[in-house]
Each structure stands twice: as structure tokens, then as C-alpha cells.
């Protein structure tokens, strides 16, 4: 067997040993790029099939439970978190049904959290009508400066993005500060983001 057969055949047997991705509400196997389901009971992500899919992108079909996360990511402009007294570089922010907003802080050990002040959201939240209609629970702020570059992220984005980019954190961190492969990776998704959503919202 060539080194190009065998890398296929360990391709292949590595795809079938993959554990399979189920629909959380119907146990239907789902594919890649599927959507999620918020469930506000567990606080958490469920993996939607296709037809579950389509159940819940119906208003109020998940009642106070369950709500399909959106599919629409926006790149703001003209925007700073700055007064949002973030921490660190890489932060995503999602206002709570109660009306508070919370911070994540992506780590190597998963997000820490902290409310924002609410005089500070709300000042920063009113220059932008973007920020205003985002949807509490699963629409997340979700900003990054990034330092090696000299520029910056700003994006209204769904929640299990964030969710996914916490995943690469987790995956690529290595020593104190990161090492270079985590903020080549941080880098690449938000290059990724650019290239598949990157027309501006005004956010004035």
C-alpha cells in the first residue's frame, strides 16, 4: 500500500470511529454545520437536526424552554468595548433575559465570567442598533484586539460561535501566555468570519 493509500485508509477508519453527532431533541444523527437549540432549563447547547430545525424557527414553537440559536453574524464598525473594562484581549459579552449583560474571558481552563456594569453596556449599547436588537441568551458581542496585528474584531455573532472559538482555545493553549499556535488559530477564525460575513454594519 502507497503512503498516500494508507494516509486515506487511517482518514477513513479515523471518520468511522468518530463518535456520531445526534439531534438533541429527536436523536436523529446530525452532519456538519448543523444548527443548535438553546436550552434555557440546562443553560446550554443542543445539536438540531434539519426538520427539528425548522419546528423551532418557528416563534414560540420551544415555548420558554428552547430557542434555535440564529445564523446571522454581522461585523460592526466604528465601535470600542474599551469602556467595558475588558480584561484581556479576546472577550464575548451576552445579555441575560433579566436584562444584565455577562463577559466571558476565554482560558486554557474553559471562559471566567463577570457582569458588566449596565450604565456601561447601555452607553456603548446605544451607538450601536446592531448591539440594541441582539438577541439575550444566544447572540453574543464577541470582541478581540489583537495586538500582533495592530487591529481589532468587533462582530455580533451566534452564541455557539463563541462556544466553538472557547473549544479552540482550550485545544491549541500551551504555557502562560498561549504560545504562538493559539493566536494563530484565534487569528484564522476570525479570518474565516471576514471572509464568509465580513460586510460591515454600521454601528453609529
Known amino acids: 500500500m502507497t503512503t498516500g493509500a494508507l494516509r ?3 482518514h477513513r477508519a479515523a471518520r468511522r470511529s468518530a463518535p456520531l453527532e445526534r439531534c438533541g431533541m429527536c436523536a436523529a444523527p446530525v452532519g456538519p454545520g448543523h444548527r443548535h437549540v438553546w436550552d434555557e432549563q440546562d443553560a446550554g447547547l443542543l445539536c438540531a437536526c434539519p426538520p427539528c430545525t425548522l419546528l423551532f424557527e ?21 465601535l470600542s468595548a474599551d469602556e467595558l473594562g475588558v480584561p484581556v484581549g479576546l472577550a464575548f459579552f451576552v445579555r441575560q433575559r433579566d436584562g444584565r ?6 482560558s486554557p481552563l474553559g471562559t471566567t465570567e463577570a457582569e458588566v456594569d449596565a450604565n456601561a453596556w447601555r452607553a456603548v449599547e446605544a451607538r450601536s442598533p446592531a448591539l440594541a436588537a441582539m ?3 444566544v447572540e453574543a ?13 468587533r462582530w455580533v455573532v451566534p452564541v455557539d460561535d463563541c462556544f466553538r472559538l472557547v473549544a479552540l482555545v482550550r485545544g491549541n493553549w500551551t ?14 477564525f476570525f479570518d474565516d468570519l471576514g471572509r464568509r460575513h465580513g460586510r460591515p454594519t454600521d454601528s453609529e
Open 101 to 106: 449583560t455577562v463577559g466571558h474571558y476565554p
Open 135 to 137: 438577541r439575550p441568551r
Open 8 to 10: 486515506r485508509a487511517i
Open 58 to 78: 418557528r416563534e414560540a414553537a420551544g415555548g420558554s424552554r428552547y430557542e434555535l440559536v440564529p445564523d446571522r453574524r454581522r461585523r460592526l464598525t466604528g
Open 175 to 188: 504555557g502562560m501566555s498561549g504560545g504562538s499556535a493559539v493566536w494563530r488559530e484565534i487569528a484564522r
Open 141 to 153: 458581542f464577541l470582541t478581540w484586539t489583537d495586538t500582533r496585528r495592530g487591529g481589532g474584531e
